[in-house]
């Protein structure tokens, strides 16, 4: 990887369960790409390149929306579906095309107007595995499938329901300091154990609420001087199709990706400041944590409680999806925006003093049973 590969600017917007009848999913990706590059203290003109990942984009596509906003011309277009692994993915091929000198400014951008007709639109059409195999059944979404591998994975590893517990009241305490979040209200254990069962042993503050919303980050190949402030990219791996779709779901690709990552980069998973981890569920929080050396596999609840709970390893500071909501295609890029934050300096009360090493992972596209892509970003403060 290139040291000269820079996140200069990120944005997001407003988070809301309920939007606007005049919000469109290209307005809220235009706000959000737009504020990037002000964040960046560049101007519209200077983008030329763009990256986008939504679910209701269409009929449109990334060339519409270019075209739509007043870009060009351009000399990188992407266009990714890839989920959760979408910000990662794209941020990886931006860098990529940056290197080669295809382009010097990459907006990426994802999002979606995700109402109530949209949500359950993409829950029953995801791919065609999930309308041909598991829409017909009597279930809905991806919740009974997760709750399954959280029952393997607390049998696994000991684990009870208290653990996943204080993976959650964590990231709404870090909730509560982000004036960006859907649910800042403070919530406790009690509260979380008597919530209502969504899908044994899930209850409903396991699983994310669906929100409308987008986030963006600027890419360059040279530092802002009037940017809010430079984050160098130092790595990004991935993995696809681990266990080709026959696993267990227990291991994610980061168990491959992670080390190459560490081992290109020089990089050891105890100096890492801030930590950002796709979050649908509080077992894909310990999958991820576990396959990155993040937290100990033979003391996870340990771990979750000296460390976590405690904010001593600060994971998911904006709140998460589980906490801030996850808005369709952007839940792939919202850690990304929260630890370039967390790494610029520019995170408000959640603040970590002196956060300088960031690592981010990407994790999505449920096949037939789990996540067929894995993909990571270590970054560090200039």
Request: with cysteine; charged share 15%; hydrophobic share 45%.
């Amino acid at each position: 990887m290139s040291d000269s590969i820079y996140l200069s600017g990120a944005a997001e917007t407003v988070y809301t369960r309920h939007p606007a009848g005049t919000v469109t999913t290209p307005s809220l990706l235009a706000q959000a790409a737009r504020d990037a590059v002000a964040d960046a203290g560049l101007e519209w003109r200077d983008v030329d390149g763009l990256g986008v990942s939504s679910f209701t984009l269409g009929p449109d596509h990334a060339v519409d929306f270019a075209w739509r906003a007043g870009l060009g011309p351009l000399g990188w277009l992407m266009e990714d579906t890839n989920g959760g692994a979408s910000g990662v993915n794209m941020l990886q091929h931006a860098t990529h095309a940056i290197a080669s000198g295809q382009a010097r400014t990459i907006v990426l951008v994802s999002g979606d107007r995700m109402d109530g007709g949209a949500f359950q639109d993409l829950v029953a059409e995801y791919n065609s595995a999930t309308a041909e195999h598991l829409a017909p059944l009597p279930m809905s979404g991806p919740n009974a499938l997760f709750a399954m591998l959280t029952q393997r994975q607390m049998a696994a590893f000991g684990l009870e329901r208290e653990d996943y517990g204080r993976l959650v009241l964590s990231q709404r305490e870090w909730a509560g300091l982000n004036p960006g979040a859907v649910y800042r209200g403070p919530l406790t254990m009690e509260q979380y154990l008597e919530a209502p069962i969504v899908a044994p042993p899930l209850g409903r503050f396991d699983c994310v609420p669906p929100v409308s919303g987008a986030d963006a980050i600027v890419v360059t190949a040279a530092p802002s001087a009037s940017g809010a402030g430079v984050v160098r990219v130092r790595g990004t791996e991935t993995t696809i199709n681990i266990d080709d779709q026959d696993g267990d779901g227990l291991v994610t690709g980061l168990a491959q990706a992670a080390p190459r990552a560490w081992d290109t980069t020089g990089i050891d998973p105890a100096d890492i400041d801030a930590v950002g981890v796709y979050d649908d569920y509080p077992a894909m929080i310990v999958a991820q944590l576990v396959d990155a050396g993040l937290i100990d596999p033979g003391n996870i609840a340990r771990d979750i409680a000296s460390e976590i709970a405690t904010h001593r390893l600060p994971v998911n500071t904006s709140g998460g999806q589980l906490s801030a909501g996850q808005a369709g295609a952007a839940a792939g890029m919202h850690g990304i925006v929260e630890v370039y934050r967390q790494l610029s300096g520019t995170a408000g009360d959640r603040q970590i003093e002196g956060a300088r090493l960031g690592f981010v992972s990407g994790y999505g596209m449920v096949l037939y049973r789990y996540g067929a892509c894995a993909n990571l970003a270590l970054l560090e403060r200039m």
